[in-house]
């Protein structure tokens, strides 16, 4: 059974070719929920590249969360 949407396929073929082109990527994630908003095949994609990660709305989330995530980003990388 096919689910997978076809404008979600043709979106993620956009995105791997606009990857591939760029130099470097700065990645937008929500602090609140920061696994939840990479996509996974990101780090796929820019295999060998320099990427930053940039974390919004640090302000709504308590300091031990943010401590947790930095500690955990910088020991397994950005995921």
Do not use: C, Q
């Amino acid at each position: 059974v096919n689910w997978y949407p076809g404008h979600i396929a043709k979106a993620e073929r956009t995105l791997s070719e606009t990857l591939t082109s760029a130099d470097v990527l700065v990645e937008i994630r929500d602090a609140r929920i920061p696994s939840a908003t990479a996509h996974p095949k990101v780090r796929e994609w820019t295999a060998g590249k320099p990427r930053i990660v940039v974390m919004t709305r640090m302000d709504v989330v308590p300091s031990t969360s943010i401590s947790a995530w930095s500690k955990s980003l910088n020991m397994f990388g950005a995921g």
